[in-house]
């Protein structure tokens, strides 16, 4: 089964600083990785994803998230944080879907706290 | 691009009554929507995923007759909640994959159920 795994709830971090949240998966064949953000109360919103090619992936508000197959790692970073990056941040996998589609299957949710 | 909406944002409706969530996508051609339940401090719980004009596909444990999902257009997904009881609370996100926004499911803003 395809699956992703947030090690960490929360997250803190002070403001000017790198940050990186984890995501490890858990996959059969090639995995498409992605990551969200979601603000109190607000869906989800879509940072960035990796299918294929470069390892390195950048995405929206300055966040990247580099793959690793040999760690099966998908970590989530940002060289300088803000206070405003303070939030909940989703990693997922695809998974194929009993419609015979897809679906997602999200990690439980990291915490990020941005402190002044 | 791919920007999800959802109406109402909150309700709050007496037990036994039904409510009527609409998700839209405003810019692309949904193919394929999904419902999600989200309880405080969790992850998403995907409920069901619906393609254009079929019947939508359950999730195991999510009663298909209370939860009734149209998809009658290719932007347009409702849920309907089906006389409403207090633990139908919770938030209630959908999201959207299709047209130039292949492979990334969009999420709307969600919708705060709350059932007196």
């Known amino acids: 089964a395809q699956s992703v795994a947030q090690p960490e709830d929360q997250v803190n971090v002070a403001e000017g600083n790198p940050l990186t949240v984890k995501c490890t998966y858990s996959?059969?064949?090639?995995?498409?990785l992605f990551w969200y953000v979601q603000y109190p109360n607000r869906g989800l919103q879509f940072l960035l994803k990796?299918?294929?090619?470069?390892?390195l992936v950048k995405g929206s508000y300055g966040f990247e998230a580099e793959f690793n197959k040999s760690q099966t790692s998908f970590h989530l970073k940002k060289p300088s944080a803000l206070v405003s990056d303070s939030a909940l941040y989703f990693c997922a996998v695809r998974r194929l879907n009993s419609n015979s589609g897809y679906a997602l299957n999200f990690g439980k949710g990291t915490s990020l706290l941005v402190t002044p | 691009g791919a920007v999800v909406s959802q109406h109402p944002s909150w309700v709050i409706c007496k037990s036994g009554t039904s409510v009527k969530i609409e998700c839209r996508s405003l810019d692309f051609q949904a193919t394929t929507m999904f419902w999600y339940r989200q309880f405080p401090k969790q992850s998403l719980m995907l409920m069901a995923t619906?393609?254009?004009?079929?019947?939508?596909?359950?999730e195991q444990g999510v009663e298909k007759d209370k939860f009734l999902i149209n998809h009658a257009s290719l932007t347009l997904s409702t849920l309907t909640v089906t006389s409403a009881h207090p633990e139908d609370s919770s938030f209630y996100i959908c999201?959207?994959?299709?047209?130039?926004?292949?492979?990334?499911?969009?999420f709307g803003p969600g919708t705060r159920l709350t059932v007196l």
């Open positions: 619906s393609n254009e004009g079929s019947k939508a596909t359950y």
């Open positions: 996959v059969s064949g090639n995995p498409y």
């Open positions: 990796y299918i294929t090619g470069d390892n």
């Open positions: 999201s959207a994959e299709g047209g130039f926004a292949t492979d990334t499911q969009y």
